[in-house]
C-alpha cells in the first residue's frame, strides 16, 4: 500500500506522531502552507547555524574585542565616490586612491562601481563620523541579502521542478543543509574576514546576481509588469556594482527576451520579448555611461592608464606581454586550474588543520599572469555544492530531460557567464571565487530538488541516508571555510596574528614549537604558516606564502612576513602638541630619526600637515615615504602616532589611530630616537616653538609568545 502511495499523501521518512491538538492543526493546514511553513523554518535554522561564526570572522577574528565597524585599508574608497557624486562627478581627490586610481583627462577615478556608494549617500549625507567605517557593515547587509535571494531561489526552483507535490521533513532539512552551506561554507564567508573594497564589490555582486536570475526566472514561469520591473532594478543595480556579473545579468535579460520572443513561454506571451530586453538594456546601458563618464570607452578598462601602471614595472610587463590586455583566453589553464582543481588545498597537524595553499597560485602554459595569491580551489573547500552543482547541470541540460527543469538553463547560462571576467582575468585570489557563487547556488539547488524528485518513492532509510550525508558534506564546508576565513592574510594586526598562534599552539595536534624556524634573518619568501624567531626573539613572523618578488619596494619590506611579536626596541609612541595655530608651521619638524632617516610632520595645504619619511635609504618610489594629509583641529591638544621602525623587515610603519598610514622601506641601522622638544624654564605659550615633540611612554612587549615557542612549550 505504502508503495503506491503519491508524494503529495507519503508520510515523510522523519515524520512522527503527534499529539491529538498538533494533529487537528495540521488537518487545518493545507499541503501547500505545510509545505512553506518547513521549508521557511528550515532555511531560517540553516542560516542562523551560521550567524556566529559569520559574526566572529566579521566583528572580531582573533583580535579579542567586537567591533561591528571594523575595516583595514583601503575602506574609504565608496565613501569618497560618493561625496563626488553628492557634487555631480565621479572623480576623487588627486592620490586618495594610491596605486588603484585611474588616470583620465588630467581627473583619477576608482574602476570600483556606483551601487555600494549609492547605498552609503543616505547615512554620509546626514553624518562624517562613519567615512571609512562602512564597509563590514556593507558586507554584512551583502550576507543577509545573499540569504534572502538564495532562500527565495530555492523556493522557486522547488515549485517549478516538483509543482505541489508535499514538502516533507527530510527534504526540508536538507534545504536548510544547504543555505547553511551557501552561508557559511563558502566563499561567502571569506569575503566578511577582511572588510576592504576588494571584498565589497563582490560581497554585493553575489546577491543581485542571484537576485536578478531570480525575478528573470519568475517573468519565465509567469510574466507580469511587477516581475518585469524588479529584473530590471535587480539588473540595473548588479550592473552598477561590479561589471562581469553585470553583464552576466544582462546576458540572462537577452536570453530570456528571446526564449519569449521564439514563442517559448507561449505565443500569449510572446509580447514580454520587449519589456524584458528593455530591462537588461537599461542596466547595460547604465554600466557603459559610467564606464565612459569615467575613462572615455564604455567597455573595459584602460589598464595602462592605472597608476600602479606607472610604478610597478611587472604591470607594465604583464600589458606587454598580454598585448595590453588584461583580459585573454591564455589565461584559461592558469584560472581554470586554481580554482577547479582537485587538490586546492592543505591539511595540516597545525591548527585551524585546513588552510589554503602554502604558494601562490602558479601560471600554466606559459602564460605571463599579473599577480597571484595562495588560493584554495572550489572542489575541496565547497565540495557539496560543487558536486551538488555538477548533478543539477545534468540534469538541467541532459537530453529529453524533465521540461520543468529546461526552463533553467537560461538562468544556469547567464550565471556561468558571470564567471568569465575571473577565468579571463590575469589575476588569482580566494576572493575571486565569488563570482562562481550564483551558478553555485543556482545548479545545486536544482541538483538537490531532482535528487529528492528521485528519492520519492524510495524507502524512508534510504532518506534517511541521503540526508545523513548531506549534513556531514555541509558541516565539512562549514569548518573547512571558517578555517579559511580564519587563516592570516597581509592585513592581519599584529594583535591578531598573535591571537592565532596563540590558537595553533593551544588546539594543534603537533608541537607548533618544532615548526618554528631560528635565524638571524629573514628570507623574502617562506610557505604560508611558516613561523620564524629572529635572533632569539628580537621578533617573532608568520608568513602568508605571498610572494612579492615582482614588486621591489615590498620584496626589500619583506612583506611575506607579518609580525606576530616586536620586541621594545622596534615600536615607538610618538606625540606632538601645536602650541599655535597650524598655518604658523612653515619647515618641516623631525619627530623621530632612525640612522639617516628621519620621520617628519610638515605642512601640506592650507590647514592640513603630514607625515612623511625622508632619506629611508632606496630611490624605488613605491610604497610611498608619504602619509595623507590631516588637519588640525585642536591646539594644546597632544597628537599621537607609533612608529615601528623593523631592522627584521628593513621596514617602517607609521599607524595614526589604528590605520597605517605608511608602510615604507628603512635602510641603515638605529637604534630609533624620538627628536623630543627641549623643556624650557619658561611658561610663555609665545615662546615655545610651532610643534612639541615628546614621546610617549608604552609597556614594553613582554615577547611571551615568542620565548614559549623558543623554549619548546
Known amino acids: 500500500m505504502a508503495a503506491t502511495t503519491t508524494i503529495d499523501r507519503e508520510p515523510d521518512a522523519l515524520e512522527v506522531a ?26 531560517v535554522v540553516g542560516i542562523a547555524v551560521v550567524v556566529v561564526p559569520l559574526l566572529w570572522v566579521a566583528w572580531d577574528l582573533w583580535s579579542g574585542d567586537v567591533r561591528p565597524l571594523r575595516a583595514v585599508l583601503y575602506d574609504n574608497f565608496y565613501d569618497q565616490q560618493a561625496r563626488a557624486m553628492f557634487h555631480g562627478r565621479l572623480n576623487l581627490p588627486i592620490g586618495s586612491e594610491g596605486i588603484e586610481a585611474f588616470n583620465h583627462d588630467g581627473r583619477q577615478y576608482t574602476y570600483f562601481g556606483i551601487f555600494p556608494s549609492l547605498i552609503r549617500m543616505p547615512i554620509l549625507l546626514v553624518t562624517t563620523k562613519l567615512d571609512g567605517k562602512l564597509t563590514a557593515p556593507s558586507i554584512l547587509l551583502a550576507w543577509m541579502t545573499t540569504a534572502l535571494f538564495s532562500s527565495l531561489m530555492l ?14 521533513r527530510a527534504e526540508a532539512a536538507s534545504y536548510g543543509v544547504l543555505m547553511a552551506t551557501v552561508m557559511g561554507g563558502s566563499v561567502i564567508l571569506f569575503l566578511s574576514a577582511t572588510p576592504f573594497i576588494y571584498n565589497e564589490d563582490f560581497a554585493w555582486s553575489v546577491p543581485l546576481t542571484i537576485g536578478s536570475m531570480f525575478a528573470l526566472l519568475g517573468v519565465m514561469e509567469r510574466p507580469s509588469w511587477g516581475r518585469v520591473t524588479a529584473s530590471g532594478v535587480l539588473i540595473l543595480c548588479a550592473s552598477l556594482d561590479r561589471t562581469p556579473t553585470g553583464y552576466a545579468c544582462v546576458i540572462g535579460a537577452v536570453g530570456v527576451a528571446g526564449w519569449f520572443l521564439l514563442g517559448k513561454g507561449g505565443a500569449s506571451n510572446r509580447r514580454w520579448w520587449l519589456p524584458v530586453l528593455v530591462a537588461g538594456g537599461i542596466g547595460f546601458a547604465a554600466s557603459c555611461a559610467v564606464t565612459y563618464a569615467k575613462f572615455g570607452l564604455p567597455v573595459g578598462l584602460p589598464m595602462a592608464d592605472q597608476v600602479w601602471a606607472s610604478v610597478n614595472a611587472h604591470r607594465r610587463y604583464f600589458l606587454a606581454a598580454n598585448d595590453g590586455k588584461a583580459f585573454s583566453f591564455a589565461f584559461l589553464p592558469s584560472t581554470l586550474w586554481a580554482y577547479l582543481q582537485p587538490f586546492g588545498i592543505h591539511f595540516t597537524g597545525l591548527f585551524p588543520f585546513i588552510t589554503p595553499p602554502t604558494a601562490p597560485a602558479a601560471a600554466r602554459a606559459g602564460a605571463v599572469l599579473d599577480q597571484t595569491y595562495p588560493t584554495a580551489s572550489i572542489p575541496p573547500t565547497m565540495p557539496l555544492l560543487f558536486l551538488l552543482s555538477c548533478w543539477g547541470l545534468v540534469t538541467a541540460f541532459r537530453p529529453r530531460g524533465l521540461e520543468q527543469v529546461r526552463i533553467t538553463r537560461i538562468v544556469l547560462v547567464a550565471a556561468a557567464a558571470g564567471t568569465g571576467g575571473v577565468l ?3 589575476y588569482i585570489a580566494e576572493r575571486y571565487m565569488a563570482d562562481f557563487m550564483p551558478l553555485l547556488v543556482l545548479a545545486s539547488a536544482v541538483g538537490l530538488i531532482d535528487i529528492w524528485r528521485r528519492l520519492a518513492e524510495r524507502p524512508r532509510q534510504a532518506r534517511r541516508n541521503v540526508l545523513g550525508l548531506l549534513a556531514i558534506g555541509g558541516i565539512y564546508c562549514i569548518v573547512a571555510n571558517v578555517a ?11 594583535t591578531q596574528t598573535a591571537g592565532f598562534v ?60 607579518i609580525p606576530v611579536e616586536q620586541s621594545a626596541a622596534i615600536s615607538h609612541t610618538v606625540g606632538f602638541t601645536f602650541n599655535r595655530s597650524e598655518r604658523y608651521l612653515k619647515t618641516a619638524v623631525p619627530l623621530l630619526k632612525y640612522g639617516n632617516s628621519t620621520v617628519v610632520l610638515r605642512p601640506y595645504s592650507r590647514g592640513m600637515v603630514q607625515l612623511a619619511v625622508l632619506n629611508s635609504g632606496t630611490s624605488i618610489n613605491w610604497p610611498p615615504a608619504d602619509g595623507w594629509p590631516f588637519p588640525i583641529d585642536y591646539v594644546h591638544a597632544q597628537y599621537r602616532f607609533t612608529a615601528i621602525t623593523d631592522p627584521n623587515l628593513d621596514s617602517i610603519s607609521i599607524v595614526w589611530y589604528g590605520n597605517k598610514m605608511i608602510g615604507h622601506y628603512l635602510g641603515g ?36 609568545l615568542c620565548r614559549s615557542l623558543a623554549n619548546g612549550s
Open 424 to 426: 579571463l582575468w590575469g
Open 669 to 704: 641601522s638605529g637604534p630609533a630616537v624620538v627628536q623630543t622638544t627641549p623643556t624650557s624654564s619658561t611658561s610663555s605659550t609665545s615662546k615655545l616653538p610651532v610643534v612639541t615633540v615628546a614621546p610617549v611612554p608604552t609597556p614594553p612587549p613582554d615577547m611571551q
Open 484 to 494: 579559511l576565513a580564519a587563516w592570516p592574510v597581509s592585513q592581519f594586526t599584529p
Open 18 to 43: 503527534e499529539p491529538p491538538g498538533d494533529s487537528s492543526k495540521r488537518r487545518q493546514r493545507s499541503p501547500a502552507d505545510l509545505s512553506r511553513r518547513r521549508f521557511t523554518i528550515a532555511v
Open 502 to 561: 596563540r590558537a595553533q599552539q593551544l588546539f594543534s595536534v603537533k608541537s607548533l614549537a618544532s615548526t618554528v624556524v631560528h635565524g638571524t634573518r629573514l628570507p623574502y619568501w617562506a610557505p604560508a604558516g611558516q613561523l620564524f624567531d629572529v635572533n632569539n626573539c628580537s621578533g617573532l613572523y608568520l608568513s602568508t606564502g605571498t610572494t612579492f618578488k615582482d614588486v621591489p619596494g615590498q620584496q626589500i619590506q619583506h612583506d611575506t612576513w
Open 155 to 168: 523556493w522557486r526552483l522547488r515549485i517549478i521542478i516538483r509543482g505541489k507535490a508535499m514538502l516533507g
